[in-house]
């Protein structure tokens, strides 16, 4: 989904987009796109993963995180924000498994935003 050409006059509140070694374009700075951040109760109802457990969990496993953005919706997206010093790290289940994942199960999907995501017209395009 593309967006319109025409760019508003004014967009300091929007991250900043630039070309990372001229091949792709990232958000700066540095965030994440995470999905499917629910989990299953016994009595068959999700219930989403609090922002900082969350936030949590991403620092036990070596990520920077500095803000977890719960976005509420019913796929569960969140968007992770990283300290400056944040490497390019894989996830280990990325945007492609996401999309083609007929059963997202209980594991968690997450990205490196892209230009593709901030030009989305979704709650993670909103946000970020």
């Known amino acids: 989904?593309?967006?319109n050409s025409e760019e508003p006059a004014t967009k300091s509140h929007y991250p900043e987009v630039y070309d990372h070694e001229k091949?792709?374009?990232f958000l700066c700075p540095w965030m994440g796109v995470?999905?499917?951040i629910k989990t299953l109760e016994k009595d068959g109802t999700y219930n989403w993963v609090s922002s900082s457990k969350l936030r949590d969990e991403f620092r036990s496993k070596g990520f920077n995180s500095l803000k977890v953005h719960n976005l509420g919706n019913f796929e569960g997206f969140s968007i992770?924000?990283?300290g400056n010093d944040y490497v390019r790290e894989k996830f280990r289940n990325g945007k492609k498994?996401?999309?083609v994942a007929k059963n997202l199960g209980d594991k968690l999907y997450g990205w490196v935003a892209r230009k593709d995501d901030y030009e989305?017209?979704?709650l993670v395009?909103?946000?970020l």
């Open 97 to 99: 498994d996401y999309f």
């Open 23 to 25: 091949d792709e374009l």
């Open 125 to 127: 395009g909103d946000h």
């Open 34 to 36: 995470v999905a499917n």
């Open 80 to 82: 992770v924000e990283f």
């Open 1 to 3: 989904m593309s967006q």
């Open 120 to 122: 989305l017209h979704s």
